[in-house]
């Protein structure tokens, strides 16, 4: 497996969750990354993105509430969730920033209650 993320939970809304990403050292170091969302009867979207050097973009959804990081040491990205609101609820997904993308896995799903 490339890419597994964890992390994911039944939160209630305003909540917080930390979701993790795991990598192989190669994708790591080579490959800007990202977290993405699907939500059930929607597109997988982009949420936040990480650069090789550490810059980060987030969706306007995202901002001000998550923050994306990554640890060289552990070959892992993250996904600090704040203030988590109900359309937050979705599976999450690690992955490249851009195509070609690696297998998705089956991601980790986020469920915000209200």
């Known amino acids: 497996v490339q890419l597994q993320a964890s992390g994911g939970g039944l939160v209630q809304a305003g909540g917080s969750l930390r979701l993790s990403c795991v990598t192989s050292g190669v994708i790591f170091r080579t490959n800007a990354l990202a977290w993405y969302r699907q939500a059930p009867g929607n597109q997988r979207e982009q949420v936040a993105t990480?650069?090789?050097?550490?810059?980060?973009d987030y969706a306007a959804s995202a901002k001000g509430r998550f923050a994306i990081s990554r640890d060289n040491t552990k070959n892992a990205v993250y996904l600090q969730m704040n203030s988590l609101k109900t359309e937050d609820t979705a599976v999450y997904y690690c992955n490249r920033l851009e195509p070609p993308y690696l297998n998705w896995g089956r991601g980790t799903q986020v469920t915000v209650s209200s």
């Open positions: 990480i650069s090789t050097f550490g810059r980060t």
